[in-house]
C-alpha cells in the first residue's frame, strides 16, 4: 500500500541532516529546498543545523507528527528510530541507509523487522539502500541530476539509485522529460509491483504520464507485476524495461530438455512480452525507447532514411531491417520529381542522400514528398555537421515539419560538438534527438514489433479437467510412466502414436496383435534414450523386435521397452517447465535431435491463447518448414497451434508438472502426433 503521505507529504524530517552538501542528509536537504518543497523541512541531529528554511530538532522524540521521514543514518540505528518516528504518526518512510539485506545475515534480520515495524503501522517504505524520490511535490533524493518536473514526462522505477543517475545523465542529454522517480533500493517492502500498482489504481489518462521506464533486479510478485503492468498498457502507457542478474554463474544440470533451454533471462522476456512492454538490454536502448515512446506513432513498417550522411544511412538501414523494418526501395518513375529539386549527384533510391551540399529548403521537399509517399510510414532525418556551416536553418525546417507532418519524424543529430547550441535549441522546443542511428534503429523496430497479447484475454481449451486432476493427485513426485503419460496426454486432448510397453520377452507376442510394423522400440528408463543408444527405428517384424529388446534392456537402468508404431514427418517439439512464481514456460519449435543442437526454440508464459502461440511459432527460424518450404507441403499448422496451447492450459490446470516434453512431435500436412512423451510431477 503507497500511503498518500509518502506521495504528497506536508512535512519532511531529515533524520541525518547536515549542512555539508557532501553527505546524503545534507544534498537531500539542499535537493528538497531548491526544489520548492511547500511544507516543513525538519533537520535531525544532535548537531545544531542553521540552514534558511529548516527547522532543527535535535532528536526524532522532540518531533512532533511527520508525514515523510527520510533517514540517513547507519543501519543499527534506523530500528529505534523508526520506532519513536511511528509512535509520532509517521507513516511513510525513505530509508537510503546502507548495511541491510544485501549485507549479509545481520542486515537481512534487520531488514525483516524494519518491515515488520512498518507494515505493522500500515505505513509505507521505499528503500532501505536506496536514492529516494522525485515527484512534482518534493525532491526526495540526494543524488543529481535533478529534472525539472514535466507531468507528461517519463516515470521511472529504478533498483539502482546511480544507474536512475546514470539513465537521466544520458536521458536529459537527448530531450527527454521526466515525471516521478522511485529509487527502490532493496524494495524489501514497496517493490515495482506495488508501484505499477499505485499507478494503476491512480491512472488518470489526462493527467497521468504514459512512458513508464523500469530498471530491475528483482521481480519478486510475477503475477501481480503482469496485472498491473498490462492493465496500464490497456490504458494506453508504454513500458520499457531493463532487468539485470540473468546470467547463472553455471549450468543448471537439467533433466529435461526444456529445463536446459530455460534460463532466467528466457523467462523475463516472456514475462514481458505477456505484458506488451518492450525489453531493453542497456541504458542507451532504453533511453532510444523512451524517444521513440515519446515521438508520434510509426504505424507501419516501412522507413524513409533522408541523409547527407551515407555512412550513417548504410548502419541505420542494417539495424531496422535486421529487426523486423523495412527500408523500400523507390523506383525511378515514383521519384524523379523530387531528384528534380535536389543538387546533381543526390540520390533519391531510399536511403535518400541529398549530399553535404543538400540546403534547408531541399530536406523540406524530401520531408513533404515522403509524407504523401504510399510507400513510406516513416521518416528518419540524419542531420550533423562537419563544422563548415551553421546548420540551424536545417534544424528549424525539421522542427516544423515535425509538427505539421502526418507521419514521424525521428531526428539522428549526431554533432554534439559542432552542432551543440543548435542541437540545444532544438531540444528546448521540447523535441527529441537520437544521437546514435544504431540505437534508434533497434529501438524503433523493437517497438513497432512489440505485441500485445494480454493474458486477461486466454480462453482455455476443452480438455478433461477432472480426469487430469484425478492422474495428478494420484500421482507421487518424478517422472510419470508411459501409460500414465498416454492417460494425461488423452484427457488433455493431444495425440499420441500407438505404443505398448513390455517387460519381457514373452510379451513380443502381442506387437502384431495390437501394432503395425515397422515399429520403433525405446528403452524405458533412462532419461535421454538417444545419448544411451535406447532407441532402435525400423523394426520391421518380431524376429528384429527380438533381438532389439535383448540389446535395449541391457542398457544400465532399463526397467521395460517402449513400443511405437513408425510415424513419418517432420519433428517438432513443445515443451513445458516450472519456473518459479512466474508459472510455467511453454517452449516449442524444431525437434528432435536438432531441439538443443540448432536451439530454435521459442518461448511463453502460461496460459497462451491462439493467437499468441501463432505469434510465437512465426518468429521461428524454421517456420518456412511449417508453411512449407520449397518442394515440402505446408504442415497442419493449426494443429500445432492447439497442441502448444493445449500445453500452456494443461500446465495451468496442474501447476505440479515440474517439467513436460513432447520431442518429437511427427507431423506433415494432416496430423500432428506426439511419439515422445515425458512429464515429472513435484508437489
Not at 522476456?269 to 538490454?281: D, E, N, Q, T
Not at 542398457?555 to 511405437?564: C, D, H, N, S, Y
Not at 515440402?632 to 501447476?655: M, S
Request: aromatic share 6%; net charge negative; hydrophobic share 45%.
Amino acid at each position: 500500500m503507497i500511503v498518500s503521505q509518502l506521495i504528497a507529504p506536508n512535512s519532511i524530517a531529515i533524520i541525518g541532516a547536515s549542512e555539508n552538501e557532501s553527505k546524503p542528509g545534507g544534498k537531500v536537504v539542499r535537493n528538497l529546498l531548491n526544489g520548492d518543497f511547500k511544507g516543513t523541512i525538519f533537520a535531525v541531529n544532535h548537531k545544531p543545523i542553521a540552514i534558511n528554511g529548516v527547522q532543527w530538532v535535535k532528536d526524532v522524540k522532540e518531533l512532533g507528527n511527520v508525514d515523510l521521514a527520510i533517514i540517513a543514518i547507519p543501519s543499527n540505528q534506523c530500528i529505534q528510530t523508526v520506532d519513536d518516528l511511528i509512535k509520532k504518526g509517521t507513516k511513510a518512510f525513505i530509508i537510503y541507509s546502507a548495511g541491510f539485506s544485501e549485507a549479509g545475515h545481520i542486515g537481512i534480520e534487520l531488514e525483516k523487522e524494519l518491515v515488520a515495524k512498518i507494515n505493522k503501522a500500515n505505513g509505507t517504505l521505499i528503500g532501505p539502500n536506496c536514492a529516494g524520490i522525485i515527484n512534482e511535490t518534493y525532491k526526495g533524493v540526494f543524488t543529481t541530476p535533478i529534472p525539472s518536473y514535466d507531468k507528461l514526462g517519463c516515470e521511472m522505477i529504478s533498483s539502482s539509485g546511480a544507474t536512475a543517475v546514470f539513465i537521466m545523465e544520458s536521458a536529459l542529454l537527448t530531450g527527454l522529460k521526466f515525471s516521478n522517480i522511485y529509487s527502490i533500493g532493496n524494495a524489501a517492502q514497496t517493490g515495482v509491483e506495488e508501484l505499477l500498482e499505485f499507478m494503476d489504481l491512480t491512472f488518470d489518462s489526462e493527467k497521468s504520464p504514459k512512458v513508464k521506464l523500469l530498471y530491475l533486479e528483482q521481480i519478486k510478485n510475477p503475477h501481480k507485476f503482469l496485472k498491473h503492468a498490462t492493465s496500464l498498457i490497456q490504458k494506453g502507457c508504454k513500458i520499457a524495461a531493463i532487468k539485470s542478474g540473468y546470467s547463472e554463474a553455471g549450468g543448471r544440470a537439467a533433466s529435461s530438455h526444456t529445463g536446459a533451454l530455460a534460463s532466467s533471462d528466457t523467462v523475463i522476456r516472456a514475462l514481458f512480452k505477456k505484458c506488451g512492454i518492450v525489453y531493453c538490454s542497456s541504458r542507451d536502448e532504453l533511453i532510444a525507447v523512451a524517444g521513440v515512446f515519446q515521438s508520434k506513432e510509426l504505424k507501419g513498417k516501412n522507413i524513409a532514411i533522408i541523409t547527407h550522411a551515407g555512412g550513417s544511412a548504410v548502419m541505420l538501414t542494417d539495424a531496422l531491417t535486421s529487426n523486423g523494418l523495412s527500408v523500400p526501395a523507390f523506383e525511378t518513375s515514383e521519384t524523379d520529381i523530387l531528384l528534380d529539386k535536389l543538387n546533381s549527384g543526390s540520390s533519391v533510391a531510399n536511403p535518400i542522400d541529398f549530399l553535404a551540399t543538400g540546403t534547408a529548403f531541399q530536406l523540406g521537399e524530401i520531408i513533404d514528398f515522403c509524407d504523401t509517399f504510399d510507400k513510406v510510414d516513416g521518416m528518419v532525418v540524419v542531420f550533423g555537421s562537419p563544422g563548415l556551416f551553421n546548420v540551424k536553418d536545417v534544424y528549424d525546417v525539421l522542427e516544423s515539419k515535425m509538427i505539421t507532418c502526418q507521419k514521424p519524424i525521428f531526428p539522428v543529430l549526431p554533432s554534439l560538438i559542432n552542432a551543440e547550441n543548435e542541437i540545444k535549441q532544438f531540444l528546448s522546443n521540447g523535441r527529441v534527438n537520437f544521437p546514435d542511428e544504431v540505437n534508434l534503429g533497434k529501438a524503433l523496430a523493437h517497438v513497432f514489433t512489440s505485441k500485445k497479447l494480454l493474458f486477461e484475454n486466454v480462453k482455455l481449451p476443452d480438455m478433461d479437467i477432472v480426469a487430469i486432476r484425478a492422474i495428478i493427485n494420484s500421482s507421487s513426485d518424478g517422472f510419470l510412466n508411459a501409460d500414465v503419460c498416454r492417460e494425461l496426454m488423452e484427457a488433455a486432448g493431444i495425440d499420441l502414436a500407438k505404443q505398448l510397453v513390455i517387460t519381457t520377452i514373452s510379451e513380443l507376442i502381442t506387437i502384431e496383435k495390437e501394432l503395425s510394423f515397422p515399429i520403433v522400440m525405446k528403452v524405458v528408463g533412462p532419461v535421454h534414450k538417444t545419448e544411451v543408444g535406447g532407441v532402435i527405428l525400423n523394426v520391421l517384424d518380431v524376429t528384429q523386435a527380438n533381438v532389439a529388446f535383448k540389446e535395449l534392456m541391457q542398457i544400465p537402468e532399463a526397467k521395460g521397452i517402449l513400443v511405437q508404431e513408425m510415424i513419418a514427418g517432420e519433428e517438432l517439439y513443445c515443451g513445458a517447465v516450472k519456473q518459479g512464481d512466474f508459472g510455467h514456460l511453454v517452449i516449442c519449435g524444431l525437434g528432435g535431435i536438432f531441439l538443443e543442437l540448432l536451439q530454435d526454440t521459442v518461448a511463453a508464459l502460461a496460459p497462451l491463447s491462439s493467437a499468441e502461440v501463432k505469434s510465437m511459432i512465426e518468429t521461428l527460424k524454421s517456420y518456412p518448414i511449417i508453411k512449407g518450404y520449397r518442394n515440402k507441403k505446408a504442415l497442419n499448422e493449426a494443429k500445432y497451434i492447439d497442441i502448444v496451447t493445449r500445453i500452456g492450459a494443461l500446465v495451468n490446470i496442474a501447476p505440479e508438472i515440474n517439467e513436460l516434453d513432447l520431442n518429437p512431435i511427427k507431423a506433415d500436412g494432416n496430423q500432428m502426433i506426439a511419439v515422445d512423451v515425458r512429464v515429472k510431477i513435484k508437489k
